[in-house]
Each structure stands twice: as C-alpha cells, then as structure tokens.
C-alpha cells in the first residue's frame, strides 16, 4: 500500500510539472510569433522611409543614431548619415564610425535631418525652427519621421 501512496503524488508532480513546461514553451511560441509582426511592421516603415527619402533626392542624411546605421545598411550605402546629439550637434566618433560619412556629408550642398518624431532632437529642431522663416525650410512628414531640408547648415 506505501508504494501505491507514493506513485499517486509522484504521478500528479509530474504532470503539473509537464503541464508547466508546456505552457512556458506555448507562452515563448506566442510571444516570438508578435515579435516577428512586430519587426515585420518595422522593417516595412524603414523601407518606406529609405524609398521617400530616395524619392526626394535625400542621399546626405543628418540622423539619430540608430537611424542613421539602419538607413545606410539597408539602403546598401545609396544613403549616408551622421550621427546628431540631441542638441544637433555632430556625435563623437564613437557614434559616427564611419568617417568618410561624416566627410561626405560636411561636403555636401544638399542634405537632410532625419529624425523620429518622438526623438530628443526633433523637439530641439522644432525649437530653433520657431526662430526661423518657413521660406528657409521645408518639412516632410514620413509616418514615424519629421524631414526637415533647410537652405542652410545648422553646425
């Protein structure tokens, strides 16, 4: 009879224990599926946003750290950027690492600021664009993005 005692519960830890295991690897499953949709989503918008900027003529972009190297990578280098601190100034060398980037746009009559519309830095260009004639500038909105291309260089 001791034996029989000892087998039930065993029996009932092992299945809540299978049980378990199987809702952790369903939860992961579910989890990674709105992953993929959301970087699929993703993916989509920066596509967008390199294809309107192409559309323009924008190839010398000013950008957002992770915006600049996604631009470039995925645009196979049709595009170049720097890197911007949140007060719009050109980002150490350690965020721009790729110095003929950098050369390339201080080169360049016509470029582009690139920035989410969320970001540190498109509330700093929207401040110092207060100042500032609409004539000077103009504005193009890309889904998540503000792009500004002014007649003039701010650094």
């Known amino acids: 009879m001791t034996i029989q005692r000892t087998k039930k ?17 369903a939860n992961g499953t579910i989890g990674m599926v709105k992953d993929i949709s959301f ?22 972009v000013y950008t957002e750290y992770w915006t600049c190297y996604r631009i470039a990578f995925e645009s196979n280098e049709k595009i170049d950027c720097v890197s911007l601190t949140s007060s719009l100034h050109i980002a150490s060398h ?3 690492r790729y110095p003929p980037y950098t050369t390339n746009l201080k080169k360049a009559s016509d470029f582009v600021y690139v920035f989410p519309i969320s970001s540190p830095q498109a ?30 260089r701010l650094n």
């Open 123 to 152: 509330q700093t260009m929207a401040q110092k664009l207060k100042l500032i004639n609409k004539k000077y500038y103009t504005k193009y909105t890309f889904d998540d993005y503000f792009v500004y291309r002014l007649n003039f």
């Open 39 to 60: 970087s699929q989503k993703a993916y989509q918008k920066q596509h967008e946003l390199i294809h309107n900027l192409l559309q323009i003529g924008a190839t010398h």
């Open 94 to 96: 350690r965020e721009n």
């Open 9 to 25: 519960p065993l029996f009932i830890l092992r299945v809540i224990l299978l049980c378990f295991i199987l809702f952790v690897y």
